[in-house]
Nanobody, 123 residues
Framework: QVQLVESGGGLVQAGDSLRLSCATS????????MAWFRQAPGKEREFVAA????????DYADSVKGRFTISRVNAQNSVHLQMNKLKPEDPAVYYC????????????????WGQGTQITVSS
């Protein structure tokens, strides 16, 4: 059973930066993919970014390209989401997700989920 623990949410102003972190269990098989999704009130959960181990591949939603960066820290078995130039449309609950397998932005392809962390952006 893979466990995901998120941290780093909070209240920021538009234009600010914030970094989310997601710690996961150590892995012995590759490839596997970790991703961030987000869900705003009244909206569907949507893909934000993903990163695959072996090979190292990243993917981003168009709405965050150039502003958000996903990265991993092998020694800590964790993945980070650096969010810069936050916009009023970015607030949501951000979820870390995990799957064994190659890159995908499909929500239903992810097996394991974190509890979510709230991001609020004030204008």
């Amino acid at each position: 059973q893979v466990q995901l623990v998120e941290s780093g949410g909070g209240l920021v102003q538009a234009g600010d930066s914030l970094r989310l972190s997601c710690a996961t269990s150590a892995r012995t098989f590759a490839p596997y993919t970790m991703a961030w999704f987000r869900q705003a009130p009244g909206k569907e959960r949507e893909f934000v970014a993903a990163i695959t181990w072996r090979p190292d591949i990243t993917d981003y939603a168009d709405s965050v390209k150039g502003r958000f960066t996903i990265s991993r820290v092998n020694a800590q078995n964790s993945v980070h989401l650096q969010m810069n130039k936050l916009k009023p449309e970015d607030p949501a609950v951000y979820y870390c997700a995990d799957r064994y397998g190659s890159m995908t932005n499909s929500l239903t392809s992810y097996t394991y989920w974190g509890q979510g962390t709230q991001i609020t952006v004030s204008s």
